[in-house]
Structure formats: structure tokens, C-alpha cells
């Protein structure tokens, strides 16, 4: 065999193994969301249900409704009839880990950005007593 052929063959099982394992790490495991239609969903989310304590049913329910009200086209789309359009798309082929991981990821910087928030707001007030404070001051004899 001649060292190109060699080394071409070197590189082609290299890079099979390679994708072979990128694969397998970004792939859930689990049933996925069918979001093709509003009933195939509902009957994904229950076969998904199935599969899962009912502690993880819960936070996957709360995940979803979380994830829904937290995108104000979600939230804009829901009607009375099931599921929009919209969030048909997002959850269609997503799992249950996914799903919760991500409205875990979205919990926790909004929390951030909360804690941020009020550190700032503290901030500014210290300041504005600061300030008037300073005006008393300038005020007495």
C-alpha cells in the first residue's frame, strides 16, 4: 500500500470516529416533542410523560409554560384551540432534558440580571441620600 493511501485511510477512520462521537454528545437521549401538530404534541408530551417521574413531569410542565411566557411571541401566539404555530416550532423535536435545561439556563439569568438590577438600584439610592444628605447639610447653621 503506498503511504498516500495510508494516510488517507488513517484520516477517513479518524474522522468517522470523530463524527461518531460528536454525535453521541449532542444528541439527548429521550423521546422528542412531535410539534408537527397540536394533537401530535400533546401525544408526544404524553408519551414523554410516560417516561418520567412525576416530579420531572411537573418541571417539565412548568418548563414549558415558563418557556412559553417568557417569549413574548410564544406568549402572543397561545390561543384556546392547543398549541400555535410558533410553539409548535420551538419544542418540535426537543426532549424533556432539553426542555428543562434550557428554562433552567433562562431562569438563572434572569436571576442574575434581577440580583444586578437591585445592586444598581441600591446603588443609585445610596447616592440620592447621599446627595440629599449633603443638602441638609449645606442648609444648617
Not at 392547543?82 to 433552567?104: C, Q, R
Not at 446603588?123 to 449645606?138: G, L, P, S, T
Amino acid at each position: 500500500m503506498s503511504r498516500f493511501s495510508c494516510g488517507f485511510l488513517v484520516f477517513l477512520f479518524g474522522t468517522m470516529f470523530l463524527l461518531a462521537g460528536c454525535e453521541s454528545t449532542t444528541k439527548s437521549k429521550g423521546p422528542r416533542i412531535d410539534g408537527s401538530s397540536s394533537e401530535s404534541m400533546q401525544a408526544s408530551l404524553e408519551r414523554i410523560n410516560e417516561t418520567l417521574s412525576l416530579e420531572k413531569q411537573q418541571e417539565l410542565q412548568e418548563s414549558i409554560d415558563f418557556l412559553i411566557d417568557s417569549d413574548s411571541v410564544l406568549k402572543l401566539s397561545m390561543g384556546d384551540s392547543g398549541y400555535s404555530k410558533p410553539v409548535l416550532n420551538y419544542f418540535d423535536g426537543k426532549t424533556a432534558k432539553e426542555i428543562i435545561t434550557k428554562a433552567n439556563k433562562m431562569k438563572h439569568a434572569q436571576q442574575f440580571s434581577l440580583k444586578h438590577q437591585i445592586s444598581d438600584d441600591l446603588e443609585a439610592m445610596r447616592e440620592n441620600q447621599q446627595k440629599q444628605f449633603e443638602e441638609i447639610q449645606k442648609d444648617l447653621p
